[in-house]
T-cell receptor, first 111, second 116 residues
Framework: QKEVEQDPGPLSVPEGAIVSLNCTYS??????FMWYRQYSRKGPELLMY????GNKEDGRFTAQVDKSSKYISLFIRDSQPSDSATYLC???????????FGTGTSLTVIP | KAGVTQTPRYLIKTRGQQVTLSCSPI?????VSWYQQTPGQGLQFLFE???????NKGNFPGRFSGRQFSNSRSEMNVSTLELGDSALYLC???????????????FGPGTRLTVL
């Protein structure tokens, strides 16, 4: 069993829709939870990160962490065609620099 | 400030050959991490170098090795290439790397390796 599981999609939504992306994990020691966005032929770029449990909002993006369920989510409000990309969740322990990534969810926002 | 650069961007090799990939981190960054990205497995951590020393290592065979130079530039080497080594190889740099402060890790565009 992989330490981080993510539905690969693909996910296709109309412009303006609310998008929900999710990951589950098995290692209860994870403390940092991140979401990256990766455009085609580019490296991942950090969207949001959260330490421990709770919610974090940044513009149209909201990240949620539920450590009791080992479940994290990213919500995108008022989705735009420019949001079309692969979204990767990532997690890390409290020390060191090793990240554990999900396989990514491919999102297409249709104008 | 220039971002992380990786060379070459694309590479085609045959089974049994060896390959060296290069990564230049953001100026001032001392930590370089390498990842392998495939559709089935996603991003998998290979290793991390900090101040010319390998500090963390993922679960990859010894055919995968790396090094870091005094200017923080890093190289990754894969010997005796196998078909399954075809992937996008990404490097990421950060200033200290001592704690996983995620906003400090920046990825390069990657090197696409195809093994025939």
């Amino acid at each position: 069993q992989k330490e981080v599981e993510q539905d690969p999609g693909p996910l296709s939504v109309p412009e303006g829709a609310i998008v929900s992306l999710n990951c589950t994990y098995s290692n209860s020691a994870f403390q940092y939870f991140m979401w990256y966005r990766q455009y085609s032929r580019k490296g991942p770029e950090l969207l949001m990160y959260t330490y421990s449990s709770g919610n974090k909002e940044d513009g149209r993006f909201t990240a949620q962490v539920d450590k009791s369920s080992k479940y994290i989510s990213l919500f995108i409000r008022d989705s735009q065609p420019s949001d079309s990309a692969t979204y990767l969740c990532a997690m890390s322990l409290n020390t060191g620099n090793q990240f554990y990534f999900g396989t990514g969810t491919s999102l297409t926002v249709i104008p | 400030k220039a971002g992380v650069t990786q060379t070459p961007r694309y590479l085609i090799k045959t089974r049994g050959q060896q390959v060296t990939l290069s990564c230049s981190p953001i100026s001032g960054h001392r930590s370089v991490s390498w990842y392998q990205q495939t559709p089935g497995q996603g991003l998998q951590f290979l290793f991390e170098y900090f101040s010319e020393t390998q500090r963390n290592k993922g679960n990859f065979p010894g055919r995968f090795s790396g090094r870091q130079f005094s200017n923080s530039r890093s190289e990754m080497n894969v010997s005796t290439l196998e078909l399954g080594d075809s992937a996008l190889y990404l490097c990421a740099s950060s200033f200290m790397g001592g704690r996983p402060l995620p906003h400090e890790q920046f990825f390069g565009p990657g090197t696409r390796l195809t093994v025939l």
